[in-house]
């Protein structure tokens, strides 16, 4: 590697001034084209490129204006155009791509860092991180503030129907999703490390990440690299034993800890739910509160106390957090409802750990009772097209009256471990009773879905990726 243009926060600091034009290096990323819409706001000049550009990202780029480019139309003579090169984590070491940026003689640098050093350090910024939930909880924190009549800066790491995916703000406070993977090929660190972080919100913390990670240790190693860095508020999650050992490590001498969970004394205790919304209460300062919100499902209720939590903190009124919570939206792909296909009511989600795969499936049970959960499930990150949740899966899934494996297409990049067999999943689930079918390919998805969609079903599609093609193939054009 020659890494002599490589940037760290203090030199990008010292080059701030000479910054206008800016290149993103694999801007389909979630966090990438978040960066790179929050900098087009600050003024610079951006443009970026990537092998393929997938929705949601790729639809919200096309409204931005900010030019993009297939990578196979960059050369080192066009990147040598722009003052500042940033690069997505998907850019491997020793890669061409990663020679093309090392040679261009151009400085670059990972978008954590660009973002900690070129928009953070003069905000009070709320790092929201986690296993699961990182994003909604932003999402919905973001809207509680603005509801409360602030203007919040945010970075989330999705796409929104009402906005773009990061902005400045006008108040001081900055809520921006806090993701444990690493930065970049050249920055092993998990990108939470690089935010100037004030407040922390902990939802969740679970082994994920196996291609960087060899152990849940690890994980926590890089929540013990920040936190002695945070001297306000940790609001976090006392349900998971991952949380409670950084909790006894930390709790007496770092920032002021706050736990909440369906386990903890504050709450929230669910008083009632249904398909219109749900009734809870928290207990803070030894006082009960009541809340009523639109969203559905214990995990949007966790997500959403988190947020509820730190506002109290911050001396914002009971009545108005109460008004601001009771119509909330979420981010696309998390429960998102697209349609209906012969009858069927499809929904897109993310999930793609088994505690998600399993919350998601209970919240579409609350939600729409009496209706069959055909769930279909894509395993592609990494950890999950391994088989180091296999076992994990099988039991999520159990929840379902049907459920369609797709095979993945390649395998899984986790050196320590095998692939997923999707196969002996769905023979397991057959032995419980439960309709459970594998395909290999979007024509035998097809059919499957032309088979079980009718008006008695739900279809639940849970992929962090297109589902062999699903979304961006005519099935989404025949949704009503």
């Known amino acids: 590697m020659n890494l002599t243009n490589k940037l760290d926060k203090d030199g990008l600091i010292q080059i701030k001034k000479n910054i206008k034009n800016i290149f993103f290096y694999r801007i389909c990323g979630t966090g990438m084209g978040a960066s790179a819409c929050l900098l087009k706001e600050m003024g610079y000049n951006i443009e970026g490129a990537d092998i393929e550009f997938a929705p949601p990202m790729s639809d919200y780029l096309e409204t931005t204006q900010i030019p993009c480019h297939t990578l196979d139309k960059i050369d080192m003579q066009y990147l040598q155009k722009f003052d500042l090169i940033i690069t997505g984590n998907v850019v491997c070491k020793d890669s061409d791509d990663a020679h093309k940026i090392e040679q261009s003689g151009v400085p670059f640098i990972s978008f954590p860092t660009a973002i900690g050093s070129l928009v953070l350090d003069d905000k009070v910024v709320v790092g929201c991180a986690g296993t699961h939930g990182k994003t909604t909880t932003t999402y919905l924190i973001t809207q509680l503030f603005e509801n409360l009549n602030c203007s919040p800066g945010y970075f989330i ?20 999703e806090s993701d444990e993977y690493d930065s970049a090929y050249f920055e092993k660190i998990s990108k939470l490390r690089m935010y100037s972080i004030n407040h922390m919100i902990l939802t969740s913390l679970e082994f994920d990440h196996a291609d960087i990670f060899n152990n849940f240790e ?8 920040v936190i002695p860095s945070i001297d306000g508020r940790f609001i976090v999650n006392e349900d998971y034993p991952g949380i409670q050992k950084l909790y006894k490590e930390y709790s007496d001498s770092h920032g002021q800890w706050i736990y ?29 509160y009541d809340f009523k919100t639109n969203l559905t499902g214990e995990h949007n209720i966790l997500n959403l106390s988190s947020a509820i939590i730190f506002a109290f903190y911050e001396g914002f009124a009971i009545g108005k957090i109460q008004s601001a919570i009771t119509n909330l939206n979420m981010v696309k792909r998390r429960q998102e409802e697209r349609g209906y296909y012969n009858g069927s009511l499809v929904i897109d989600d993310f999930a793609h750990h088994p505690r998600a795969v399993d919350l998601t499936i209970e919240a579409m049970k609350i939600k729409y009772p009496g209706k069959q959960i055909v769930t279909i499930i894509e395993p592609k990150s990494a ?13 999520s899934l159990k929840k379902s009256d049907s459920v369609i494996l ?13 692939d997923i067999d999707c196969v002996e999943i769905a023979r397991q689930l057959q032995n419980d009773g439960i309709q459970a079918k594998t395909v290999n390919n979007l024509n035998e998805l097809l059919a499957l879905i032309n088979e ?7 279809l639940l599609i849970l992929s962090n990726s297109t589902c062999l093609g699903l979304w961006e193939s005519d099935f989404v054009k025949q949704l009503k």
């Open 383 to 395: 950890t999950a097209r391994s088989n180091i949740f296999q076992d994990e899966f099988t039991q």
């Open 218 to 225: 690890e994980i926590l190693d890089q929540f013990r690299a």
């Open 157 to 176: 790491g999705g796409i929104m129907d009402d906005r773009p995916p990061a902005k400045l703000g006008d108040s001081k406070y900055f809520f921006i």
């Open 452 to 458: 079980l969609a009718n008006e008695k079903t739900i």
């Open 406 to 418: 797709a095979i993945p297409e390649s395998s899984t990049s986790v050196k320590w471990a095998g």
């Open 260 to 288: 909440y969970g369906l386990k903890s004394n504050i709450g929230p205790k669910i008083l009632g739910s249904d398909k219109n919304g749900t009734d809870f209460q928290l207990t803070l300062n030894s006082t009960n």
